[in-house]
């Protein structure tokens, strides 16, 4: 099945008790076994409910994985997957990726023995010559929050296969319906749903999904035992979200594409990072790894930090907020919102500055939307 068809239908067949169509909340604690020893096919909701059940279905499907799992939030997904490495391990990790995970990795893997280093991954000889003996894990993220820079991942793969070691990709800004890092080789997939997947600014919520059962066993196992996983009315709320993830995600490419081209000519923004854009370094890479492009993008204002207040304080339509990926547009300022718990020497060396703004575009008209852009740089 196509796969706007599998998001509506993938796991969520009709109820077998009373023929729902929606797959109901059980919004239960816990099941009653079918005899002393024997427990049904579901016994305590931390361990497997079935509406969360349906979601992960749903997710192994769309990302054409395997075996998926739905987590509380996109960092307890960050958290659960990283529980694969141990005291000793390596980890390379790209450079520019989202100040949660740097801040998870600086925090609290380093505390517990985990090494790593912050390797710039589209240059694949660097990444080759980062490997160590110990070297487990190779971290990506594409396109990158903030910066919006494209990663090779079947380079990156190869290398890692080549190597003995596990991929991680964050796809969040892409979601499954524009880039399938599987497919291109990718061990694990890990998903902030709290965006594009639920798309109503509503629910937070993480995902991993992968292929191989071993993996999925051990990511079974650290979920239940860690107690990380999604809460039944939560996971209704995205699967009733991801119905619609096809069509949402077109028209936040539409609106996206429409405003970074408007931008890219405005004589007070100084420059527009948006992989869909000809100009955009991996332009190429991108018509050839993605379907499309979501609809969230950055740009520098020309004049700095002051110049960018001045846009963010007088946006109407656009709402100063953190997160993305919502029906509504947001916009915000990553130095001090999404990356402040980045250390600012690190946030300057990758190109995070203090005239950078990162929008959501919403699915709004995109009339609208240009206007209140327009009208908030006439105050730059």
Request: glycine share 8%.
């Amino acid at each position: 099945m196509h796969f706007k068809t599998r998001a509506i239908h993938a796991g969520q067949a009709p109820d077998p008790h009373y023929g729902a169509v929606m797959t109901p909340i059980y919004q239960t604690s816990t099941f009653a076994f079918q005899d002393v020893n024997h427990p049904g096919t579901f016994d305590y909701s931390r361990s497997g409910n079935p509406t969360r059940q349906a979601l992960e279905e749903c997710l192994a499907s769309l990302e054409g994985g395997t075996h998926g799992f739905a987590f509380a939030t996109g960092m307890a997904a960050v958290a659960t997957v990283l529980e694969l490495f141990k005291q000793g391990d390596h980890l390379i990790v790209h450079d520019d990726i989202y100040g949660g995970t740097y801040r998870y990795l600086v925090s609290i893997s380093q505390a517990h023995g985990v090494t790593f280093d912050f390797i710039n991954l589209r240059d694949i000889p660097a990444l080759r010559a980062a490997i160590k003996s110990n070297t487990r894990g190779i971290w990506t993220e594409t396109p990158t929050n903030p910066l919006m820079n494209l990663l090779d991942l079947e380079a990156i793969s190869a290398v890692a296969k080549e190597k003995g070691c596990l991929t991680i990709c964050d796809n969040t800004f892409s979601s499954p319906y524009f880039q399938k890092p599987l497919d291109l080789g990718i061990d694990i997939v890990m998903h902030s749903m709290t965006k594009y997947i639920n798309g109503h600014s509503d629910v937070v919520a993480g995902a991993l999904i992968v292929r191989n059962a071993e993996i999925a066993e051990q990511l079974k196992f650290y979920q239940n035992a860690m107690g990380t996983c999604l809460g039944p009315f939560d996971s209704f709320l995205v699967l009733r979200g991801i119905k619609t993830l096809g069509l949402r995600m077109e028209e936040h490419q539409r609106n996206a594409l429409a405003l970074a081209a408007w931008l890219e000519d405005h004589p007070k923004i100084e420059r527009v990072l948006h992989p869909g854009l000809p100009g955009h370094p991996q332009h190429a890479l991108s018509q050839r790894q993605m379907s499309g492009h979501g609809g969230t993008f950055s740009f520098r204002v020309r004049g700095g930090e002051e110049e960018a207040f001045r846009l963010l304080r007088s946006v109407r339509v656009f709402t100063l907020a953190p997160s993305l990926g919502g029906v509504e547009s947001l916009i915000g300022y990553p130095w001090t919102m999404s990356h402040d718990s980045m250390d600012e020497a690190v946030r300057i060396a990758v190109g995070i500055t203090r005239n950078l703004i990162r929008v959501s575009v919403g699915l709004e008209h995109i009339d609208d939307l240009i206007a209140d852009l327009q009208q908030a740089l006439a105050h730059v």
